[in-house]
């Protein structure tokens, strides 16, 4: 079949070099404004290894701002350049050109050097890391459904929910967990391992700036995944070594008969004492609002003075003991499982503590 | 008579290949149990897409809890299960079967010149799977749906709701047909050529294939593997993955990882294929660099195998192991981009005819190149310290399996429904629609980058309620319904194109390749006479015809001719 060939224009096209130009201008206000950025990922560096990974994030960025305005913008100008002129017929058809080894040569070996280049610099810091300074203070972080707990060396009883850091000191964390995995993660730190149950992964950090950052879980655990955070305090040395005597002392005189008694004796229970409790170990399922404020259970604030749900969730009047029985045995319904009193790691007078802080709640 | 190039040997040709078997007549031999390739890819089409259309709602609800930092309308159980469900239908209900048992079924069979595929029974039986794999996948919400994400990583999947059986029983079966398919395919391929198309003569969607089958049943092994022994520790109590009785939960993740690493090339090569048949049409031009496309699929198919690690930096492993699998991710970069750089050469110089699946191919060049880029950042080890886990993550695989496995659907969708249907759609809608997807996928995927570098990690159904947090988790999530007036706008068009489109002829486009060579849509027996094939497929400025027919599009009654190339051996 004879077919009436149109050749469009076999050059670069009308607009190649100006559209080249600005590509050339383009990346490299791309890589100047990427390499000058204070934060590259516009989150403040609290510490090492921050800025070893910024730098990374830096040279990242600007690689791939400079490939992503070659591809895109070439690929845009192409398609406005060579679209079929108005009017033409449809037998037109484009350059017949099948390849051009030389052409393809070049954009072969430009990747390779660039991921050569790339592999490179991450390994290197990759390398840094893993040389990195960490041992003058070790830590271990466990995780379970739903928190964070942290043992000090030298301190009888492990801290929950909050992690204390001294600035400037070279700190290694063993990370693991008791249930399931979860993810630690310091955002301003750029650090994470995930807490793997049986396996031990270690990280080295050395914060600097002082300050209360989140520590997020970052691998699916369970219903309360969204909300199990730890608060990482990273304070000078000497308010570390404050907090520290305090810890100590604290948690000596509360270490005497906690495990003892069977039952749960309630009127032995501190409203004061259930109140911080419930902040490390409820209130990530649990609001203190109306029982319609929901987390993932029921809100708590008038448990024991709520007209329109007289029941708790088992059928039992809501009394104190029946209360401190829920604590204490865990419950499984209907959205998911409250974690059991053991799981929780709570004492007897854990849940009398508790039981009077809800008790003191009803009452406002 | 037929036109034969010069140089070109005529040899005698082979009456068996004449064999045509009689049509079945009873509707249900035609249309429920059929062995046509054709009709069962348009079955794996219907159903894909109505699992295409749960999981997207599914989507929707997620996007739509988001809106509000407490979670606006579904309790943290139901929110897990939904995105639960909306990964594991999204990978293994709807992009893998409707690459491959789709558009492999009904396209492939045609640009090799064949009449089916190697083994129609068992393309049957592999079909037939899906749709009951699919049944058991969704009724798990009647019974508590899986929880703990696509992954379902022990232990927390072993306290996972009872439908997480149902979830292992449904993606094994789903498996077993993905590796039904491949062997099928690759035989199909490797066999059943027309005499005359030698590999170089082989369409790239062809290629595409012949890459993505062998990963089908050499990866889906190692899942089938994963998946009975979580069912097992599910249901007997065999500790495979609990670690408090001497199982491994890092097990888990080697072994799904090992399939799921080379199943994200089986979820894009024929999206890469798709675009190197579309490509050169619309430009009129012959695809850029052929055989590199073609080796390069092969290239990422092999590679695919050793990077699967790279999901797992974080999970605890010796960690000068990183580094190989950290090398060997970044080296996946240079095959993809020189097809990427392959396909802008070939829109260069074109006589660009700007349609709807022209647009689709040109939107998947951008948005699939971002999504390599950060594929960049998540290979690097110590950015990966930062990454993983968060919303980062999530925008990547979005760019990539949306802006890359179902943008070249969408093209391939347009550009194969005439010759599916015989019917031509609207273009000016298929021009809207291609505008709403582009821009609301974009809108959607691109803050969550930022989000997660912030501090927003995976899987959460509410999240720090900051207003940077607050902004743009409402500016994606309107983005996404953008998005989902694109796909409904589809659904009102393909339904438009069956009632009111004009008829397409067998050719509409101007291609090239064998299939439109025959009348839309095909008859049953694909080719009365098997063609013969002379050229390169994408010479559209070559006198010699691509096949030895009477070079008229539809002139499939005139004679063949044998070219000097192999005849096939079935």
Known sequence: MAQRVVRPKTNLGPGFWPVTAFIVVLSAVCVYVVETLPLPIGLIQAGAPADAIDSLFRFLGAVAAVIFNVVVIYTVYFAIAFRRPKGAPASMIGVQIHDAPVLEFWWTAIPTILVIILAIFSTKIWADLQNSQGDVLTIEAIGYQFGFQFRYPKLANPVTNELHLPANT??????????????????????????????????????????????ICTEFCGIAHGRMQATAVIETQQDFAKWFAKQGGQQAAAGGGSAAGAAVALD?????????????????????????????????????????????????????????????????????????????????????NLVAYLVSLSKK | MATIAPGVQTGPYHAVLDHIHPEPTSFIRKYIFSIDAKVIGIQYMITGAIFFMIAGMLAEIIRTQL??????????????????????????????????????????????????????????????????????????????????????????????????????????????SSTMTGINFLVTIYKMRAPGMTFTRMPLFVWAQFATAPLSFIATTALGAALAALFIERVFNVPFYDPHRGGSPVLWQHMFWFYSHPAVYIMIIPGFGMISEILPTFTRKPIFGYKMIAFSSVAIALLSFSVWAHHMFTSGMVPWLQLPFMIITMVIAIPTGIKIFSWMATLWGGAINWKTPALYATGFLITFTYGGLTGFFLAAVPADYHEHGTYFVVAHFHYVLYGGSIMSLFAGLYYWWPKITGRMYNETLGQIQFWLTFIGFNGTFTPLHWLGLLGMPRRVPNYDPSWTFIFWNRFASISSYVMTLGALLLVYILIDSLRNGKKAGPNPWG????????????????????????????????????????????AVEATPTSASHPVPTY
């Not at chain 2, 079924?105 to 799977?129: S, T």
Request: neutral net charge.
């Open chain 1, 170 to 215: 070279p700190t290694t964390i063993h990370i693991t967990s008791r249930d399931v995995i979860h993810g630690f993660w310091i955002p301003e730190l750029r650090m994470k391992a995930d807490m793997v149950p049986g396996l031990i992964n270690t990280i080295r950090v050395t914060p600097t700036v002082p300050g209360t950052y989140h520590i």
């Open chain 1, 268 to 352: 032995q229970g501190k409203a004061d004492a259930g109140q911080t409790l419930f902040g490390q170990k409820c209130s990530a399922c649990h609001s203190t609002g109306p029982f319609a404020q929901k987390l993932v259970g029921p809100g708590l604030g008038k448990i024991f003075n709520d007209p329109d749900h007289p029941k708790l969730v088992n059928g039992a009047a809501a009394t104190p003991q029946d209360v401190a029985a829920i604590v204490k045995s865990g419950f499984t319904g209907d959205i998911g499982t409250m974690p059991s009193a053991q799981m929780n790691q709570l004492s007897n007078s854990d849940i009398a």
């Open chain 2, 67 to 176: 809106l509000s930092p407490d979670g606006a309308i579904v309790s943290p159980a139901t929110y897990n299960s939904i995105y639960s469900m909306h990964g594991s239908a999204m990978v293994w209900f709807v992009v893998i079967p409707l690459l491959t048992g789709a558009f492999g079924n009904f396209v492939m069979p045609l640009q090799i010149g064949a009449r089916d595929v190697a083994f129609p029974w068992l393309n049957l039986v592999a079909f037939w799977m899906f749709p009951i794999a699919g049944v058991i996948l969704f009724s798990s919400f009647l019974i508590g749906a899986p929880d703990a994400g696509w992954t379902e990583y022990p232990p927390i999947s072993l306290q996972g709701p009872p439908g997480t059986n149902l979830w292992c029983i449904a993606v094994f079966l789903i498996g077993v």
């Open chain 2, 511 to 554: 291609a090239r390749t064998l299939e439109w060579m025959i009348s839309s849509p095909p008859p049953y027996y694909n080719y009365k006479k098997i063609p013969a094939v002379l050229a390169a497929p994408y010479d559209f400025g070559n006198p010699l015809p691509y096949i030895g027919l009477e070079a008229a599009p539809g």
